[in-house]
């Protein structure tokens, strides 16, 4: 017996007996390569971890804090310089218009003139100290060290002449200003004890792969 023919079929053409649907092509089922993936050992956990084929990049040394905390101070103690500099110079103008005034100190010219000479030098001071906290960040080379100690350094000799001056001018009456030039100076005595240590001598004097340079 014949299948029932299909409805859009021409009624004129002679059909063929319908054959039943199989189902779909049978598939392979998959099967990996051969050895592949390796045997896990027994007890561990799915997927396993396979030690990588090259051997880790080695570890980047770290720049120790004391040699982060030298440049920061150099930047802090630029900015004040450069906030005192433009206020000793404003400072020597109107020294010089009150130098013939009653009451003012005998030597109150010559400290006039050497307000404006020491705040070009203290602009000087500025740019070795923005320089060496600069170089402190982005270099490992010996001199580097030896930058950021002669810029704290100069520091605290302009400091110990403002001492002296004030001192000679002013008497005992220069109290509040050799206070303050006292205070100035603290940061620069700090800065340049963690320069000259041991941690920025190692940090210094070591090659950048963590070996020692040797000493010429």
Known sequence: MSSHPSPWSDPATETQPGVPYAGPPPTTPYRPAPGW????????????????????????????????A???????????VALASAY??????????AADEPGFPA???????????????????????????VLALTSRR???????????ALQ????????????????SASGLLLFLVVCFAA???VA???????PARAWFTSSPDGGTTPHR
């Open 156 to 171: 605290l000799a302009l400091a110990a002449y403002w001492v002296a001056r004030l001192l000679g001018a002013f008497g």
């Open 142 to 152: 010996a001199p580097v060290r030896w930058t950021l100690a002669a810029a704290f």
């Open 37 to 68: 993936p390796p045997p896990a050992p027994y007890g561990t956990a799915w997927p396993p971890v396979w030690p990588q084929p090259w051997p880790p990049a080695p570890a980047r040394p770290q720049r120790p804090g004391q040699v982060i």
């Open 88 to 97: 000793l110079q404003l400072l020597g103008s109107v020294f010089s218009m």
């Open 70 to 80: 030298a440049a920061v101070l150099a930047f802090v103690q630029a900015a004040g």
């Open 192 to 198: 340049l004890g963690l320069s000259v240590g041991r």
């Open 107 to 133: 030597d109150g010219a010559a400290l006039a003139a050497d307000a404006g000479v020491l705040s070009l030098v203290q602009l000087v001071s500025v740019v070795l100290l923005v320089a060496a906290g």
């Open 187 to 189: 940061g620069p005595a």
